[in-house]
């Protein structure tokens, strides 16, 4: 190993390390689950659909990664919970947590009833909350640990119909500030990734207006939107030993759409 490597290694690797991702199996959360596992984590995937979890595990496994996935449904707190054990039991408790997993129901507010805010606090609030509570007290006890939350620019401006999805990224930053004040001191870095729009199925509805996209991409600085990809880097920086004087921030990876 060269010094470059050695450098290089002593920053960003994360050899050694079990990484959760939630929402691992589709768009940035399966991005994110691939670049960790490539930088040397043992990766468990948390989704619903198993096809996909499995099919994006046997693909890291096949590049010589090591991964392994859970079937879960984030909308319950029981099923929360029984997620967190069950991917807990693979290989052993998380140094890395990343929330990706979400629903994005964006009725207009005149039609937003009280099952869709419920289902849609479940997923994007309260599943990294309870997540969170069951694995940042270890990592503050091992002096280790690394929480990473998928936001939305929805946190920071309505637009494209916000509704609820924006009032739980919004809150989704809030927590991770609160579980940065929480643990920071004893090594657990907090910290959100805010995307612009990214070319995923979550978006599929967004997609479906070519003129919209294309709007949405002249707004950026880089000219693009974003894809899954965009993500790696930053994810593999907030998972690492580099990111440990961040903390309780949010990362805005979405091409200089925040401030066009």
């Given at each position: 190993m060269t010094s470059?490597?050695?450098y290089?290694?002593?920053l960003f690797s994360l050899g050694g390390r079990v990484a959760v991702v939630t929402g691992g199996s589709s768009g940035i959360g399966r991005a994110i689950a691939g670049a960790l596992a490539r930088a040397g984590a043992r990766v468990v995937?948390?989704?619903?659909?198993?096809?996909?979890?499995?099919?994006t595990a046997a693909e890291l496994v096949a590049d010589g990664c090591t991964a392994a996935w859970v079937?879960?449904?984030l909308g319950t707190r029981a099923g929360v919970r029984d997620a967190a054990e069950?991917?807990?039991?693979?290989y052993g408790e998380p140094d890395v947590l990343v929330s990706s997993a979400g629903i994005n129901l964006r009725p207009p507010m005149d039609d937003l009833d009280d099952a869709t805010?419920?289902?849609?606090?479940?997923?994007?609030?309260?599943?990294?909350?309870?997540?969170?509570q069951r694995f940042g007290p270890g990592m503050a006890e091992r002096g280790f640990g690394r929480l990473v939350h998928v936001s939305s620019q929805q946190a920071h401006r309505a637009f494209v119909t916000s509704g609820a999805y924006g009032v739980s990224k919004g809150a989704l930053e809030s927590l991770a500030r609160s579980q940065a004040e929480a643990w920071?001191?004893?090594g657990v870095t907090a910290n959100t990734l805010v995307p612009g729009f990214v070319l995923t199925p979550l978006n599929a509805r967004l997609q479906a207006d070519p003129a919209r996209v294309a709007a949405l991409a002249d707004r950026t600085l880089v000219g693009r939107n974003g894809v899954p990809g965009d993500f790696a880097g930053a994810a593999v920086f907030l998972a690492s030993a580099a990111s440990a004087y961040v903390t309780g921030q949010s990362l805005f990876v979405d091409g200089g759409f925040s401030v066009h």
């Open positions: 470059t490597d050695a290089l290694s002593s995937l948390v989704a619903r659909r198993e096809a996909e979890l499995a099919a079937s879960a449904d069950r991917a807990a039991a693979v805010w419920d289902a849609t606090m479940a997923v994007n609030l309260e599943a990294p909350f309870l997540l969170g920071s001191a004893r």
